[in-house]
């Protein structure tokens, strides 16, 4: 199943245990070989979220894995080998991934084993090394505009702009023709949201009262959603901004979760990964330019330090670079 040109063990960063970062370490590893319906990926990049926090304590566990488990649902990379039902990427195609299920393990390695239809190819204007940031995370933020179901010219408010799903969002949104408050952490969000093409950009730690006041001079009739990628008192000042009937969407994993109230309709949301909406996103991305903010990259041996400042606030995603 593998080319000779591969190594029969890689490096990678795996879990021996569940606990905190000091649990990830360094390691040889065999190769993973695939199956007819999977590709072997030479990795290049992986995005570091929450949910690898997740996996890391035990909490999302991919079904079918055995310790070590090679974390990293995001990554991006080269394939390297096809199994024989393969036919939407083919060998030497630069693609991304995002993978929740993945018993052969994630993209904290050189190397990945994973369903071929949980794959596609890096579209145009996505830096390649970039690429392994975005797709859990993009997906999530498709998956939140599906649900909100807006048409072109409606107002949406997106809260936790500035974040690694909020600040792809923006940039979704605007491609889908809507009218985009993006509210942002901080200075540098408000700078980040509004260079990505917020019609509206405004600081989530500023005065409410001012917040609030700025939307309804810009949306007089109130806006027609909110994608919620944080929960909280702010989240709930924020609703006053909506038109009645107004939908809130989240993902599930917000804390706390926004609670229903007259005139307000909350509604969750998970990320799909799948050949459909790969093509979907892949559509949007390439109708103009697109960006993927990268706070900060680690190399593989730093994977500890890139968990640890999954804890801290920063704007975009985290990367950890593994070719």
Do not use: C
């Not at 990505?196 to 309804?216: F, N």
């Amino acid at each position: 199943m593998v080319d000779g040109d591969v190594p029969e063990r890689m490096q990678a960063a795996a879990l021996d245990d569940f606990g905190g970062p000091e649990v990830i370490t360094l390691r040889k590893l065999p190769i993973p070989e695939i199956a007819d319906d999977e590709v072997l990926i030479k990795v290049w990049s992986a995005g570091v979220g929450v949910w690898d926090v997740y996996e890391r304590q035990g909490v999302l566990v991919p079904e079918g894995s055995a310790l070590p488990i090679v974390p990293g649902s995001d990554g991006a990379g080269t394939v390297i080998s096809a199994g024989s039902k393969v036919s939407n990427v083919a060998v030497g195609d630069l693609v991304y991934v995002s993978a929740t299920t993945r018993p052969k393990g994630g993209f904290y390695a050189e190397y990945a084993a994973v369903k071929a239809q949980y794959a596609a190819r890096v579209p145009d204007g996505v830096p390649a090394e970039h690429a392994g940031a975005m797709p859990t995370d993009a997906l999530t933020a498709l998956a939140g505009l599906d649900t909100v179901s807006l048409s072109t010219g409606d107002w949406l408010l997106i809260f936790g702009a500035s974040g690694g799903q909020g600040h792809l969002a923006v940039q979704l949104a605007k491609r889908q023709g809507l009218i985009v408050i993006a509210v942002a952490s901080g200075a540098d969000g408000v700078a980040l949201v509004t260079r990505l093409g917020a019609d509206v950009s405004l600081d989530g730690h500023g005065d409410m009262t001012d917040v609030l006041a700025r939307i309804r001079e810009a949306a007089p009739d109130g806006v027609k959603a909110i994608l919620a990628m944080a929960g909280g008192a702010t989240l709930d000042r924020l609703t006053e901004a909506l038109a009645d009937g107004g939908v809130v969407a989240f993902a599930h994993g917000v804390r706390p979760e926004p609670q229903e109230r007259p005139g307000v309709t909350v509604r969750a949301y998970d990320g799909e990964s799948s050949p459909r909406q790969l093509q979907r996103l892949n559509e949007l991305i390439e109708a103009g330019p697109f960006v993927v903010h990268v706070a900060e990259k680690f190399p593989l041996g730093k994977v500890r330090d890139a968990h640890q400042r999954l804890e801290t606030s920063y704007a975009g995603k985290l990367l950890l670079t593994v070719a």
